[in-house]
Nanobody, 125 residues
Framework: QVQLVESGGGLVQPGGSLRLSCTAS????????MAWFRQAPGKEREFVAA????????GYADSVKGRFTISRDNAKATVYLQMNSLKPEDTAVYYC??????????????????WGQGTQVTVSS
């Protein structure tokens, strides 16, 4: 069974930065894409960023392009989300996810089988 554990959330002022981490256990992440989604209060969960299994290709939601960076360390079974220039509208619970199929890469929620429990990010002055 794959388990994903996120960390690094918290309260930050607008314009600030946070780095989220997600560590996997129960399976190597080496051949699987990793992604971040988020869900704001009263809204549906939405795609934020994803990295292919090799880390050489990434994808971002338009709302975070140029501000967020996804990276991964396969040896540590960890994926990161560096968030800069944070805005109040970035406030949400952030989830990491990974698919059940090797090499798949998607921005669609239903492509991901394993999910973390989420970490709260609040951007407020």
């Amino acid at each position: 069974q794959v388990q994903l554990v996120e960390s690094g959330g918290g309260l930050v002022q607008p314009g600030g930065s946070l780095r989220l981490s997600c560590t996997a256990s129960g399976r190597s992440i080496s051949y699987y894409s990793m992604a971040w989604f988020r869900q704001a209060p009263g809204k549906e969960r939405e795609f934020v960023a994803a990295a292919r299994w090799s880390g050489g290709s990434t994808g971002y939601a338009d709302s975070v392009k140029g501000r967020f960076t996804i990276s991964r360390d396969n040896a540590k079974a960890t994926v990161y989300l560096q968030m800069n220039s944070l805005k109040p509208e970035d406030t949400a619970v952030y989830y990491c996810a990974t698919p059940g199929t090797r090499y798949s890469f998607s921005d669609q929620e239903n492509a991901y089988v394993y999910w973390g429990q989420g970490t709260q990010v609040t951007v407020s002055s």
